[in-house]
Structure formats: structure tokens, C-alpha cells
């Protein structure tokens, strides 16, 4: 599975920025696909994740303001984020979680990551 990611760039504070990840699979089933972040010193965090049922997960600091989507007709996730702040900089990881046809065993795999910049 590869993961390729878009979208990333600098922003001033309060303004929006639209993440993308496209999955490229073979015989693999996506069960999860979801963003985490990593900021300078910290370790990386989930930001929003959101299964095959649609159902989503979101950080407690992005609540309300990220919202993340996806199309599984061409196996991509969005992350779109509204009202970023500072702290929101960070380089951004997708992620996506299944498994192969057949098989039980759950494997994840990362895309390559996108810097996110937010000047106050």
C-alpha cells in the first residue's frame, strides 16, 4: 500500500487549509483511514480518523474546526481544517488500516507526511 499525500503549505492564523491522501492498494481491504500530527518535540497524535462505516474520531483540539471525509470510489481521505491556529503547525501523516485478502492480521501504513505552517 502507498499513500500520497497533498495539500499541506503555510497559512496565517484563522484560516483553512484542505489535506488530501490517496491510496494506492492491491488486495488489501481499508478498514481505517484517519491524520495524525507531529510538532517539533512532541510525539506524533491523532488528529481524525474515520472507518468504512463512516463513523469519525476526532482530537479534542481540532473538535469542531477539522473535519475529515473520504471517497472510497478512489480510495482517498480529506482533512479539511478550519480556523487553524499556530498550534495546529505541525507535518501531518496519513494513515490507513486493514487488512490483505485472506488474512486477519491488521496492518497500518503511512504516507510520507505534509507540513502544516500557521503564522499568528
Known amino acids: 500500500v502507498q499513500l500520497q499525500a497533498s495539500g499541506g503549505g503555510l497559512v496565517q492564523s484563522g484560516g483553512s487549509l484542505r489535506l488530501s491522501c490517496a491510496a494506492s492498494?492491491?488486495?488489501?481491504?481499508?478498514?481505517?483511514m484517519g491524520w495524525y500530527r507531529q510538532a517539533p518535540g512532541k510525539e506524533r497524535e491523532l488528529v481524525a480518523l474515520i472507518t468504512n462505516g463512516d463513523s469519525t474520531n476526532y482530537a479534542d483540539s481540532v473538535m469542531g474546526r477539522f473535519f475529515i471525509s473520504r471517497d472510497n470510489a478512489k480510495d482517498t481521505v480529506y482533512l479539511q481544517m478550519n480556523s487553524l491556529k499556530p498550534e495546529d503547525t505541525a507535518v501531518y501523516y496519513c494513515?490507513?488500516?486493514?487488512?490483505?485478502?485472506?488474512?486477519?492480521?491488521?496492518?497500518?501504513?503511512w504516507g510520507q507526511g505534509t507540513q502544516v505552517t500557521v503564522s499568528s
Open positions: 494513515n490507513v488500516e486493514g487488512t490483505y485478502y485472506g488474512r486477519s492480521y491488521v496492518r497500518a501504513y
Open positions: 492498494r492491491n488486495r488489501f481491504k481499508i478498514n481505517a
